[in-house]
């Protein structure tokens, strides 16, 4: 009887044949951003990713909650990056993609970088979950949106610069120096004269 309860027990491990593992639970990194004009969404948006964690029976290793003005501004977001590179979070989770990324450009390269690590990632608005194969095939896209923008962005520098050129703008940096080199070499000789006099450093 025990032994039959035993194979039970075995069968009920394998599906089609292969023994089934159990599900490892995930490490999830919070991170929710506000402008310091929009604090009051903060809660909202933690509240929510809890409950988005809680129902994956994910566990929550990490919660950042960053406040900026400027797209520029992701200081905090850095420290959950840091916990990604130490292995000590298994996916990423956000309330929206703009919360995240500075720029296109800026969201796919940090993606790229978390793929490398291992570590997934979710935002909750735009229902991106790069824990499915969709979820990647979609960053993928991304990536090539990502680079047609910094192609752009490129072609307009390259065109505000001949432009300028042809106006007869200079670039690079100010030839300072020569334009005061006068008043440089009056400069030096006073020093010299001062350094050499009877009440000078020279005759310490």
């Known amino acids: 009887m025990a032994a039959k309860q035993a194979s039970g027990t075995a069968k009920s491990k394998r599906v089609f044949g292969q023994r089934q593992e159990p599900a490892r639970m995930l490490r999830a990194g919070l991170y929710a951003r506000v402008s310091t004009h929009d604090q009051q969404t903060l809660p909202l948006q933690m509240r929510a990713m809890r409950e988005?964690?809680?129902?994956?029976?994910?566990?929550?290793?990490?919660?950042?909650?960053e406040v900026g003005s400027g797209a520029t501004e992701r200081e905090l977001r850095e420290n959950l990056l840091a916990a990604a590179r130490r292995r000590e979070i298994?996916?990423?989770?956000?309330?929206?993609?703009?919360?995240?990324?500075?720029s296109l450009v800026d969201l796919v390269v940090t993606l790229k970088e978390l793929a490398e690590l291992g570590v997934s990632f979710v935002s909750l608005t735009e229902a991106l979950d790069l824990t499915t194969p969709t979820g990647r095939a979609m960053a993928g896209l991304l990536s090539v949106?990502?680079?047609?923008?910094?192609?752009i962005l490129r072609e307009?520098?390259?065109?505000?610069?001949?432009?300028?050129?042809?106006?007869?703008?200079?670039?690079?940096?100010?030839?300072?120096a020569a334009k005061k080199a006068g008043q440089i070499r009056r400069l030096y000789r006073n020093a010299t004269k001062f350094l050499g006099g009877t009440g000078g450093l020279g005759r310490a």
Do not use: M, S
Not at 167 to 175: A, D, E, S, W, Y
């Open 52 to 65: 988005y964690a809680a129902k994956r029976d994910w566990t929550i290793a990490v919660q950042i909650k």
């Open 90 to 102: 298994d996916v990423v989770l956000v309330w929206q993609l703009d919360r995240w990324g500075r």
């Open 145 to 151: 949106f990502a680079e047609f923008e910094h192609e």
């Open 156 to 176: 307009r520098i390259r065109a505000g610069i001949a432009e300028a050129r042809l106006n007869g703008k200079l670039f690079g940096r100010p030839l300072t």
